[in-house]
C-alpha cells in the first residue's frame, strides 16, 4: 500500500524537475552550447548519486550557463568548462569543499542560502518582465498548491507540478501559443549545429557529436576561476537546500566530484556545465532514487534529441512560481530564522546581503567569513 501511495508523487516529481530543466537547456542553446553532450552529462550525474548516495541532482542552471558564457567564443567557452571540472575534482578528492563550508560556519552558510533565496524569488520578478500572464497563473498557483498542501510531505512536489502544468496549459490552450525557440537564439554567438536524428544506429548522429579541442588562454583562467567561484557556492547552498527538503545531509565533496566528472564529456563535444540544483525530488518519496531516475530520463531525452521538440511547449516562465515559494517560503525565511538565532549573527547578515546583491554565493560566502574573522577589528561584531 505504501508503495501505490508514493508511487503518484514519485513520477511527478521527475515530471516535474524534468519539465523545470527543458528550458534551461533551451537558453543553453541559445548561448550556443550543443544540446546532446548534456546527455552525456546527466547519464554521468545518476551514475554518480547512484554510487555516493547522493540526494542532491544535478540539471542545466541558467546562472552557471550565463557564466560559462559570457564570451561568444565556443572554443573559450567550453575549454574553461573543462579546466574549472578539472580543478574542482581535485578539491572535492582533497575534501576541500568540505573544509571550506566547516571553515565559514552555520551563520555564513545559512545567510548565503537566505541569499540564494532571494535571488530565486528575483528571477519570478525578472519573468514577470519577460511573460505576465504566464508568470503570474505560474505564481498564483504555486501559492494555492503550497497553501493547499503545506501539511502533506509531498507539498514540493504538488507546487512544480500544479503550478508548471496550469501556466503551460494557459500558455497552450488559452492563450494559444508556443514558443518561438528561434527568437532565444542570441545573435553573434558561436554555435554547434546538431540535427534531431534520433535513431542511434544512423551514422549522422554520432557526427552530431563535434570535438571540441581545449585551448589555454587568460580568458579560459578567468573563465574557469568564475566558475569554479561559482560551483562552490552552488554546491553548498543549493546541494544544503535540496538536502534539508529530504531531511538529511549532503556531502559537498561527493556532489562536487559528480558534478565536476559530469561537464568533462559535455564540455568536450561543446555542452554546457551542468550543477547541482534545488530539486523537488528531494522532496519525493525514496529521494535518491527520484534523482536518480530524473536523471536518467532527463539524459535519455536530451540523447534523443527530443528536448528541442518539447522546447515550444514549454515557456520559460512556468517555472516562475516553484522559484517564489522555494526561494521565499523554504530558503530565505528558515535560514534567515536560523542566522538570528545562531552565534556569529552579523557574518550571516553579510553573507546574506552581498549574496543577494552580487548573485554569487561564493561571494556572499567570502564576505561572510571576512567578517566572523575580521570583524572584531572593526567593530562589526
Given at each position: 500500500?505504501?508503495?501505490l501511495?508514493?508511487?503518484?508523487?514519485?513520477l511527478?516529481?521527475?515530471?516535474?524537475?524534468?519539465?523545470?530543466?527543458?528550458?534551461?537547456?533551451?537558453?543553453?542553446?541559445?548561448?550556443?552550447?550543443?544540446?546532446?553532450?548534456a546527455?552525456?552529462?546527466?547519464?554521468?550525474?545518476?551514475?554518480?548519486n547512484?554510487?555516493?548516495?547522493?540526494v542532491?541532482?544535478?540539471?542545466?542552471?541558467?546562472?552557471?550557463?550565463?557564466?560559462?558564457?559570457?564570451?561568444?567564443d565556443?572554443?573559450?567557452n567550453?575549454?574553461?568548462?573543462?579546466l574549472?571540472?578539472?580543478?574542482?575534482?581535485?578539491?572535492?578528492?582533497?575534501?576541500?569543499?568540505?573544509?571550506?563550508?566547516?571553515?565559514?560556519?552555520?551563520?555564513?552558510?545559512?545567510?548565503?542560502?537566505?541569499?540564494v533565496g532571494?535571488?530565486l524569488?528575483?528571477?519570478?520578478?525578472?519573468?514577470?518582465?519577460?511573460?505576465?500572464?504566464?508568470?503570474?497563473?505560474?505564481?498564483?498557483?504555486?501559492?494555492?498548491?503550497?497553501a493547499?498542501?503545506?501539511?502533506?510531505a509531498?507539498?514540493?512536489?504538488w507546487?512544480?507540478?500544479?503550478?508548471?502544468?496550469?501556466?503551460t496549459?494557459?500558455?497552450?490552450?488559452?492563450?494559444k501559443r508556443?514558443?518561438?525557440?528561434?527568437?532565444l537564439?542570441?545573435?553573434?554567438?558561436?554555435t554547434?549545429k546538431?540535427?534531431?536524428e534520433?535513431?542511434f544506429w544512423?551514422?549522422?548522429?554520432?557526427?552530431?557529436?563535434s570535438?571540441?579541442?581545449?585551448?589555454?588562454?587568460?580568458?579560459?583562467v578567468?573563465?574557469?576561476?568564475?566558475?569554479m567561484?561559482?560551483?562552490?557556492?552552488?554546491?553548498?547552498?543549493?546541494?544544503?537546500i535540496?538536502?534539508?527538503?529530504a531531511?538529511t545531509a549532503q556531502?559537498?565533496?561527493?556532489?562536487?566530484?559528480?558534478?565536476?566528472?559530469?561537464?568533462v564529456p559535455?564540455?568536450?563535444?561543446?555542452?554546457?556545465?551542468i550543477?547541482a540544483?534545488?530539486?523537488?525530488?528531494?522532496?519525493?518519496?525514496?529521494?535518491?532514487?527520484?534523482g536518480?531516475?530524473?536523471?536518467?530520463?532527463?539524459?535519455?531525452?536530451?540523447?534523443?534529441?527530443?528536448?528541442?521538440r518539447?522546447?515550444?511547449?514549454?515557456?520559460?516562465q512556468s517555472i516562475?512560481g516553484?522559484?517564489?515559494?522555494?526561494?521565499f517560503?523554504?530558503?530565505f525565511?528558515p535560514?534567515?530564522?536560523?542566522?538570528a538565532?545562531?552565534?556569529n549573527?552579523?557574518?550571516g547578515?553579510?553573507?546574506?546581503g552581498?549574496?543577494?546583491?552580487?548573485?554569487?554565493?561564493?561571494?556572499?560566502m567570502?564576505?561572510?567569513?571576512?567578517?566572523?574573522?575580521?570583524?572584531?577589528?572593526v567593530?562589526?561584531?
Amino acid at each position: 500500500m505504501d508503495f501505490l501511495q508514493n508511487i503518484g508523487p514519485f513520477l511527478l516529481a521527475v515530471v516535474a524537475v524534468i519539465i523545470n530543466g527543458v528550458p534551461q537547456l533551451l537558453y543553453a542553446q541559445a548561448r550556443g552550447f550543443a544540446l546532446k553532450p548534456a546527455g552525456l552529462a546527466y547519464l554521468v550525474g545518476a551514475f554518480g548519486n547512484l554510487l555516493t548516495g547522493s540526494v542532491t541532482p544535478i540539471s542545466s542552471q541558467a546562472e552557471t550557463i550565463t557564466v560559462a558564457s559570457v564570451k561568444k567564443d565556443l572554443r573559450n567557452n567550453a575549454s574553461a568548462i573543462l579546466l574549472a571540472a578539472v580543478l574542482m575534482i581535485g578539491l572535492g578528492l582533497c575534501g576541500g569543499v568540505t573544509k571550506i563550508a566547516d571553515f565559514a560556519g552555520p551563520a555564513v552558510v545559512s545567510g548565503m542560502m537566505s541569499g540564494v533565496g532571494l535571488i530565486l524569488a528575483g528571477v519570478s520578478w525578472d519573468m514577470f518582465g519577460q511573460e505576465k500572464r504566464t508568470t503570474l497563473v505560474s505564481i498564483v498557483s504555486a501559492i494555492l498548491a503550497y497553501a493547499l498542501f503545506l501539511n502533506d510531505a509531498n507539498k514540493v512536489v504538488w507546487t512544480i507540478f500544479i503550478s508548471v502544468v496550469v501556466s503551460t496549459a494557459d500558455f497552450l490552450f488559452l492563450q494559444k501559443r508556443r514558443v518561438d525557440i528561434s527568437t532565444l537564439v542570441e545573435p553573434g554567438r558561436e554555435t554547434v549545429k546538431m540535427s534531431t536524428e534520433w535513431r542511434f544506429w544512423k551514422k549522422a548522429y554520432w557526427s552530431d557529436f563535434s570535438f571540441i579541442k581545449p585551448t589555454l588562454n587568460l580568458s579560459v583562467v578567468l573563465g574557469a576561476l568564475s566558475l569554479m567561484m561559482l560551483n562552490i557556492g552552488a554546491n553548498i547552498s543549493f546541494g544544503g537546500i535540496t538536502a534539508s527538503m529530504a531531511g538529511t545531509a549532503q556531502n559537498f565533496d561527493h556532489l562536487s566530484i559528480i558534478n565536476s566528472l559530469a561537464d568533462v564529456p559535455s564540455a568536450l563535444f561543446g555542452g554546457p556545465p551542468i550543477e547541482a540544483i534545488i530539486s523537488g525530488t528531494a522532496g519525493a518519496p525514496w529521494p535518491v532514487m527520484c534523482g536518480i531516475v530524473f536523471m536518467l530520463v532527463m539524459g535519455i531525452l536530451v540523447l534523443l534529441g527530443l528536448v528541442g521538440r518539447l522546447g515550444k511547449y514549454l515557456p520559460a516562465q512556468s517555472i516562475s512560481g516553484f522559484l517564489l515559494v522555494i526561494g521565499f517560503a523554504m530558503t530565505f525565511a528558515p535560514n534567515l530564522t536560523a542566522v538570528a538565532g545562531g552565534e556569529n549573527a552579523m557574518s550571516g547578515y553579510i553573507a546574506l546581503g552581498v549574496t543577494a546583491w552580487s548573485k554569487n554565493p561564493f561571494l556572499g560566502m567570502v564576505a561572510g567569513v571576512l567578517v566572523r574573522y575580521l570583524g572584531a577589528y572593526v567593530g562589526l561584531v
